[in-house]
């Protein structure tokens, strides 16, 4: 069966500092891979999206970056941190019906920013 | 442009009682419509969805969603509601052709003793 993984479970962190958190996948090979954020009352957010190995689809412009090293493999990253960046961060796979599979989520990352 | 309306914020319902979560989307297209729940500093979980045929649609833990195209809906439905249902719940729209996921902003479902 396919789980994911994503870690850390939680992360504080002063402004301007770096940031990376990963997601990976088990028991499925070539996923659509996703991050979102999601802040109180706002839903989610779909930041990146990643259809194979270095194929990155930005969303929303701002200071973060995603990185898909290998097939299973998805790291949300940034250079450095803001206030606004603070959240919960959810990774989700798919297969490979586009718009038409199930996304399976993440435990998530709560990322908070001092 | 596509999206999904979820109407209620917030709803509150007693133990027992019947339960319908609104969803409203917006697509050129026949959509891929979705439910998750989400409870408390977890991720989301599948309840249910609709691709194509039988428009009422059945899930895990009692839910059930009917879609209507005329009215453009995909309305989340349980008949008795346990405590453990109070959580957030999501609709999400799949856009044919696109590898993209459009979700409501959540309902937050409270369920009193």
């Known amino acids: 069966s396919q789980t994911i993984h994503q870690w850390p479970a939680t992360l504080v962190q002063p402004v301007g500092s770096p940031l990376s958190l990963e997601c990976t996948v088990e028991?499925?090979?070539?996923?659509?891979l996703y991050w979102y954020r999601q802040a109180a009352g706002r839903g989610l957010q779909l930041l990146f999206y990643?259809?194979?190995?270095?194929?990155i689809s930005s969303e929303v412009p701002q200071n973060l970056s995603a990185s898909r090293p290998q097939d299973r493999q998805f790291i949300l990253s940034s250079k450095k941190l803001l206030l606004s960046d603070s959240g919960f961060y959810l990774c989700?796979?798919?297969?490979?019906?586009?718009?038409?599979?199930?996304?399976?989520f993440g435990p998530g990352t709560r990322l908070t920013v001092l | 442009a596509q999206s999904v309306t979820q109407p209620d914020i917030h709803i509150t319902v007693s133990e027992g009682a019947s339960l319908e979560l609104r969803c409203n989307y917006s697509?050129?297209?026949?959509?891929?419509l979705f439910w998750y729940v989400q409870s408390p500093g977890q991720g989301l979980q599948l309840l249910l969805k609709?691709?194509?045929?039988?428009?009422l649609v059945q899930g895990i833990k009692g839910f059930e969603a009917e879609f209507k195209r005329s009215q453009s809906s995909f309305n989340l439905r349980k008949p008795s509601v346990h405590w453990s249902d109070a959580a957030e719940y999501f609709c999400?729209?799949?856009?044919?052709?696109?590898?993209?996921?459009?979700f409501g902003t959540g309902t937050r479902l409270k369920v009193l003793a």
């Open positions: 999400a729209v799949g856009a044919s052709g696109t590898y993209k996921y459009i």
């Open positions: 609709y691709f194509s045929g039988d428009t």
């Open positions: 028991g499925t090979s070539n996923p659509n």
């Open positions: 989700a796979w798919s297969g490979g019906l586009a718009g038409g599979d199930t996304q399976y």
């Open positions: 697509y050129g297209a026949t959509p891929y």
């Open positions: 990643s259809v194979g190995i270095g194929q």
